[in-house]
């Protein structure tokens, strides 16, 4: 059973991908130069998703890959029901 979902919108219309538990999501999407490189995993520890964000060389691959962040559900500030 999916755990993960995303999808890609492009002109070709949409693609779609589920991901468990064990083997999280990938997504890398890029212009020639400059990409943004996202993976979302589970992570036992904390029992919590988490989503690292990656600023890439695109297409050119060079491998620059530069960490933006890594965020869980506790860094959207949502308000907390009585």
């Known amino acids: 059973m999916a755990h993960f979902y995303g999808d890609?919108?492009?002109?070709?219309?949409?693609?779609?991908?589920?991901g468990t538990k064990s083997s999280g999501i990938y997504g890398h999407l890029r212009g020639w130069k400059v990409g943004c490189e996202t993976i979302i995993r589970y992570d036992e520890d904390s029992g919590k998703d988490k989503i690292s964000i990656y600023l890439?060389?695109?297409?050119?691959?060079?491998?620059?890959?530069i960490l933006i962040g890594t965020y869980t559900e506790e860094d959207l500030c949502l308000p907390t029901e009585p």
């Open 8 to 18: 890609m919108h492009g002109n070709r219309g949409v693609a779609t991908r589920c």
């Open 56 to 65: 890439t060389s695109g297409s050119t691959y060079d491998r620059t890959r």
